[in-house]
Structure formats: structure tokens, C-alpha cells
């Protein structure tokens, strides 16, 4: 097991971001709360609950997910070029 997974920015998945995101803004809104406002709403706690919960299902994705599933990588170098003629552009603003 590479426990890298669980630190490391970028071997982190798509879930796991969010949740360490979420739980960082929310820690920010609680000192924020705490000691510009003076109260924190009831069950403000649940939300990191809610985070490490979505951190954990992040990092069974991660370990025991298939490593490419659902991800379409295309080493094709001309696909943005290909796309704006497609669409009548030419990479310059009109």
C-alpha cells in the first residue's frame, strides 16, 4: 500500500481534494465564528464528520479503485487546435 495517497497533494483523488478543501474552509469559518462573532451555530461539528467521511470514501476510490477508470487521456497533441477549428476558431479573439 502507498500510503502517500492519504498526504500527498498530488496523488490525492478528486474526492479527497474536496474533502481536505472542505474541511480547511470549514475550520476557517469556525475561528471565524468563534472569535469574531462569538457563537458557532449547533452541529456545526457534524461537518467535519461529513468531510472525513467524504475523505474516507475518497481513499477507498483511490486504493482499490481501477487506476484509469473513467478518465479518457488522449496523447493526441492537436486535440485543442482540432476543437477551436472545429468551432470557426483560430486561438485569436474576434
Not at 500500500?1 to 496523488?11: G, T
Not at 474552509?25 to 467524504?54: E, N, Q
Request: charged share 15%; glycine share 12%; aromatic share 16%.
Amino acid at each position: 500500500m502507498d500510503f502517500s495517497k492519504l498526504y500527498r497533494p498530488s496523488a490525492l483523488n478528486s474526492f479527497q481534494f474536496v474533502a481536505v478543501t472542505g474541511l480547511l474552509m470549514s475550520a476557517g469559518a469556525h475561528f471565524i465564528l468563534a472569535v469574531f462573532v462569538g457563537r458557532v451555530p449547533a452541529g456545526f461539528g457534524w461537518l467535519y464528520v461529513c468531510w472525513l467521511v467524504f475523505y474516507a470514501g475518497g481513499t477507498l476510490l483511490n486504493y482499490f479503485g481501477k487506476p484509469n477508470a473513467g478518465h479518457q487521456h488522449h496523447d493526441d497533441d492537436d486535440h485543442e487546435e482540432d476543437d477551436n477549428e472545429d468551432h470557426g476558431h483560430n486561438g485569436t479573439f474576434h
